[in-house]
């Protein structure tokens, strides 16, 4: 009989842990073929080729795609990297390996889920399926309690029924041997500009960040009876840039705090780790239930500066770290070393965006997209849409207070990193 092959399309899963997609590979096929698409489209190259963005964001990316591929020969694996899109490729590599079946994760924005519908469109012609699979979230969402067209636009309301009424699913385990379709090369990882300082890309630092977070003595601990007004609220467990490229899953996250409150009881910074993983299912959530809607449906009350050539010129100064707002700047300039800032400070440099500069909210989110380690369609765009509504829309109702936010800017009361 006819050995069937599956190819495993990875994309911002790229881990061997609670991979539902890699499992089920393994156990449906007789060898897989694990691939990734580094699509020209989203980089830009310098003469020398070498692509170019020269930001944390790609050398992050870069990191963890080659940890992955590191952790796939340790089990007998490797991953085909391709210089180029899934569209243009995608079909001759299930002709020249005769796939069976593909598989992939689902994702929610617009540009991803293109992608997916051309992807399998092209592969109709060949009549090979495309199959789906969920694995981004800390709920999936059949597990909600309700269907997506009835989930509610609320986040508290979302968050109070589905953890009084769903369940978190326990991890799938990382396989331990991995049988391989022959390929000749294996293609070359791009090359790029070294820039970041920032934490190491991949599911190996991933886990050992997440393991530190919960080591004897940490912070998660220390901090528990030590809050004052002034600390509250800025725990902060840097681990979205492996949530956002899926070197870590949510569940790991979640399984991860359930440990430590059996060893050590509840605390308020568990609580809130909990609660940011809510906010991340919550956006992707409101992306998959109303779509692009959710994020350009924004109306805001901000009248736009007559001056297009100012607006420009306060526009690129924000980039820059270059305001002369010091709070602001400082923000951005680490933004645009490390990739990284925390809550507090996203929230300020898009406070200072939208109201004091009044610029459109589109361009700080679209700047945020360029450089953050940890972007992500939904959480990036639903933030700044609650920024820009001001904590007016009932959606985000009790989640953002633009006056807080100013008198932050005012008093620079917070000191960043
Ligand atoms: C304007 C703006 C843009 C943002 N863009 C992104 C983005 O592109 N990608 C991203 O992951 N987060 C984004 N956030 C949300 C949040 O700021 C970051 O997730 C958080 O700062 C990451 O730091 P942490 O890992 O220490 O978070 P923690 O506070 O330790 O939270 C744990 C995890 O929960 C998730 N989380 C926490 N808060 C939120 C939130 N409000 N929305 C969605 N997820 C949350 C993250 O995955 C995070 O790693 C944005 C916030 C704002 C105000």
């Not at 989203?42 to 003469?47: K, S």
């Not at 109709?124 to 989930?151: A, C, M, Q, R, S």
Request: charged share 25%; with cysteine.
């Amino acid at each position: 009989m006819k050995e069937k092959k599956i190819l495993v399309w990875f994309r911002n899963d790229l881990r061997l842990h609670d991979n539902e997609m890699l499992v089920e590979a393994i156990a449906k096929s007789d060898s897989i073929l694990p691939v990734y698409f580094f699509d020209p489209a989203h980089f830009e190259y310098n003469a020398e080729g070498k692509i170019k963005e020269g930001n944390s964001r790609v050398q992050f990316l870069i990191e963890s795609v080659s940890a992955l591929r590191e952790s796939l020969k340790k089990i007998g694996g490797n991953l085909l990297v391709v210089n180029g899109s899934p569209e243009e490729h995608m079909p001759a590599l299930v002709e020249q390996y005769e796939i069976a079946e593909v598989y992939h994760h689902r994702e929610v924005a617009t540009k991803e889920t293109t992608v997916s519908s051309n992807v399998e469109d092209l592969l109709w012609k060949l009549k090979v399926n495309l199959k789906h699979f969920i694995g981004h979230t800390l709920y999936n969402k059949e597990d909600l309690p309700f269907p997506i067209k009835d989930i509610p636009d609320i986040f508290a309301q979302f968050k109070k029924k589905t953890e009084r009424d769903a369940i978190v699913k326990a991890c799938f385990l990382s396989p331990e041997v991995i049988s391989l379709v022959e390929v000749d090369s294996w293609g070359e990882l791009p090359d790029y500009e070294a820039v970041s300082t920032g934490p190491l890309g991949g599911e190996e630092s991933g886990i050992a960040h997440l393991n530190d977070l919960f080591s004897e003595g940490a912070e998660i601990y220390a901090r528990i009876n030590s809050r004052t007004n002034a600390d509250k609220h800025v725990y902060s467990s840097k681990l979205s840039p492996w949530l956002a490229l899926g070197c870590l899953s949510p569940r790991k996250v979640y399984w991860a705090v359930k440990d430590a409150e059996r060893k050590f009881g509840t605390n308020g910074n568990f609580s809130h780790l909990i609660l940011g993983l809510l906010w991340r299912d919550y956006f992707r959530f409101m992306f998959k239930k109303h779509t692009l809607h959710y994020f350009t449906d924004i109306v805001t009350d901000i009248e736009s500066p007559s001056d297009a050539g100012q607006s420009e010129i306060n526009l690129q100064a924000w980039k820059d770290g270059n305001t002369g707002h010091g709070l602001v700047d400082k923000y951005m300039n680490d933004l645009n070393v490390s990739g990284f800032i925390p809550h507090a400070g996203r929230l300020i440099v898009a406070t200072f965006l939208i109201y004091v500069l009044k610029l459109n909210w589109l361009d700080g989110a679209s700047y945020f997209e360029q450089k953050l380690i940890d972007y992500s369609p939904a959480s990036n765009w639903g933030n700044w849409a609650n920024v820009a509504m001001g904590g007016k829309d009932p959606r985000s109702k009790n989640t953002f207070d633009l006056d807080k936010q100013i008198k932050m800017l005012d008093l620079e009361i917070y000191a960043p990193s």
